[in-house]
């Protein structure tokens, strides 16, 4: 119980300071502790139409909005499937609210930007990303086949997977360098969903066949097919070098769909698994940097105005443009082009158990086990500035659903 009463307080911490109820949206981190100024630090609406400071948002504190709302209604449906609590509801039908808002608010069809600003509803950055897709069409996956959803949502996700399948299959082609496109229709930077990096081969794959089991439509079915082996062979050939946390994660999740949907091939079905227990055997070398010496970060310690960070040049733009770099010992070292501070202490171990969680019929090994416990009891979620307590509010409910560890 005690455990249990601080995962709702991480719940409870996330919905006051992170989620913004005038898009029904999470942003990516926090500059106050006080709700009423804890997104402080966004982009005015008139940066956001100048593509200021950059086409993607990178660094502006709403940049991974769509990853967040995949992830979190993801973690609902789990709650619910591990409690039976029909009052997860609500939480469900907000996290709805924010997705349906992305696709509204896009002037392409298909296309689901990052995020919404707070101001207007509606401004946004022209660059998403296929990370973005993945959690974003995961998480609407789960919500579809959930009891939580109903008759009126679903029409909806219908309406709006159709259109990202169809998105795809109208740009992910050579001719565009098998982008997905920024909302201006010209290549963006990464987006591209074919002819890619070995953890990134099943995202398209992926998004066809969740199109055919939410639509019921067979050619999404056959456009799945095309892509799938290839896809299915190419996803295991992660060299040992890459080691990258949330892509492994990405993969994992990536992949469930396709574990759970492909039932006319048994071969494809055990090469999709094969894949999935690969990268959760990966994730394994993560979790162990929740014991490199946690702290608690102070808030007031650090400017948490992206204006003020140092920065890196960044093309594919307006002139000038800049990607902010979040200060040292927060999330990630630049410098060493690595997790740093919340990063390594609890989003990346986070992002390990949760992916190793996923997979069906693997249990946690034991020291995985304990890494899962000692992460999720020393986290001091009040401290929390960044986003990474999300990945372990996804973590404990999905091992409450799995009945591992609690």
């Given at each position: 119980?005690?455990?249990?009463?601080?995962?709702?307080?991480?719940?409870?911490?996330?919905?006051?300071?992170?989620?913004?109820?005038?898009?029904?949206?999470?942003?990516?981190?926090?500059?106050?502790?006080?709700?009423?100024?804890?997104?402080?630090?966004?982009?005015?609406?008139?940066?956001?139409?100048?593509?200021?400071?950059?086409?993607?948002?990178?660094?502006?504190?709403?940049?991974?909005?769509?990853?967040?709302?995949?992830?979190?209604?993801?973690?609902?449906?789990?709650?619910?499937?591990?409690?039976?609590?029909?009052?997860?509801?609500?939480?469900?039908?907000?996290?709805?609210?924010?997705?349906?808002?992305?696709?509204?608010?896009?002037?392409?069809?298909?296309?689901?930007?990052?995020?919404?600003?707070?101001?207007?509803?509606?401004?946004?950055?022209?660059?998403?990303?296929?990370?973005?897709?993945?959690?974003?069409?995961?998480?609407?996956?789960?919500?579809?086949?959930?009891?939580?959803?109903?008759?009126?949502?679903?029409?909806?996700?219908?309406?709006?997977?159709?259109?990202?399948?169809?998105?795809?299959?109208?740009?992910?082609?050579?001719?565009?360098?098998?982008?997905?496109?920024?909302?201006?229709?010209?290549?963006?930077?990464?987006?591209?969903?074919?002819?890619?990096?070995?953890?990134?081969?099943?995202?398209?794959?992926?998004?066809?066949?969740?199109?055919?089991?939410?639509?019921?439509?067979?050619?999404?079915?056959?456009?799945?097919?095309?892509?799938?082996?290839k896809a299915a062979r190419e996803s295991v050939t992660s060299p040992i070098w890459f080691r990258v946390a949330y892509a492994y994660m990405q993969a994992v999740f990536s992949l469930e769909p396709l574990v759970t949907l492909e039932r006319r091939d048994p071969n494809l079905r055990s090469a999709w698994l094969k894949a999935m227990q690969f990268y959760a055997n990966r994730m394994?070398?993560?979790?162990?940097?929740?014991?490199?010496?946690?702290?608690?970060?102070?808030?007031?310690?650090?400017?948490?105005?992206?204006?003020?960070?140092?920065?890196?040049?960044?093309?594919?733009?307006?002139?000038?443009?800049?990607?902010?770099?979040?200060?040292?010992?927060?999330?990630?070292?630049?410098?060493?082009?690595?997790?740093?501070?919340?990063?390594?202490?609890?989003?990346?171990?986070?992002?390990?158990?949760?992916?190793?969680?996923?997979?069906?019929?693997?249990?946690?090994?034991?020291?995985?086990?304990?890494?899962?416990?000692?992460?999720?009891?020393?986290?001091?979620?009040?401290?929390?500035?960044?986003?990474?307590?999300?990945?372990?509010?996804?973590?404990?409910?999905?091992?409450?659903?799995?009945?591992?560890?609690?």
């Amino acid at each position: 119980m005690e455990l249990h009463d601080k995962m709702n307080q991480a719940w409870e911490i996330s919905w006051a300071r992170f989620f913004r109820p005038e898009t029904n949206l999470f942003y990516d981190h926090i500059s106050s502790k006080d709700p009423a100024h804890s997104q402080g630090h966004l982009p005015t609406v008139d940066e956001v139409r100048r593509q200021y400071p950059n086409v993607c948002g990178w660094g502006t504190g709403m940049e991974d909005s769509a990853i967040a709302a995949g992830v979190w209604i993801a973690a609902i449906c789990d709650r619910f499937d591990a409690t039976g609590d029909w009052g997860v509801k609500a939480y469900a039908d907000k996290v709805w609210s924010g997705m349906a808002r992305l696709a509204a608010i896009a002037r392409s069809p298909g296309f689901i930007p990052r995020s919404a600003h707070p101001a207007d509803g509606e401004s946004h950055y022209i660059n998403s990303s296929r990370d973005q897709y993945t959690h974003y069409v995961h998480g609407l996956w789960r919500f579809y086949r959930s009891p939580l959803s109903d008759d009126t949502q679903r029409e909806a996700m219908r309406t709006i997977i159709a259109a990202i399948c169809e998105r795809m299959e109208r740009n992910v082609i050579p001719e565009n360098d098998y982008s997905l496109c920024r909302e201006d229709g010209k290549p963006g930077k990464v987006d591209k969903m074919w002819d890619v990096w070995c953890h990134e081969w099943a995202r398209l794959p992926m998004i066809y066949i969740v199109g055919w089991d939410v639509t019921g439509d067979e050619h999404w079915y056959t456009l799945y097919q095309r892509y799938a082996w290839k896809a299915a062979r190419e996803s295991v050939t992660s060299p040992i070098w890459f080691r990258v946390a949330y892509a492994y994660m990405q993969a994992v999740f990536s992949l469930e769909p396709l574990v759970t949907l492909e039932r006319r091939d048994p071969n494809l079905r055990s090469a999709w698994l094969k894949a999935m227990q690969f990268y959760a055997n990966r994730m394994e070398g993560f979790t162990w940097t929740c014991l490199n010496g946690y702290k608690p970060l102070d808030i007031n310690a650090y400017d948490l105005d992206w204006r003020h960070w140092k920065s890196h040049p960044m093309d594919g733009g307006p002139a000038g443009a800049f990607c902010p770099c979040f200060p040292n010992n927060i999330a990630w070292d630049y410098a060493q082009d690595r997790a740093d501070g919340e990063g390594a202490w609890i989003r990346e171990p986070a992002e390990a158990l949760l992916s190793q969680l996923m997979v069906p019929d693997r249990p946690l090994p034991p020291d995985q086990r304990d890494l899962l416990l000692h992460l999720l009891h020393q986290t001091d979620y009040d401290a929390c500035i960044t986003y990474g307590l999300f990945f372990a509010i996804a973590a404990y409910w999905r091992a409450r659903k799995v009945a591992q560890v609690f």
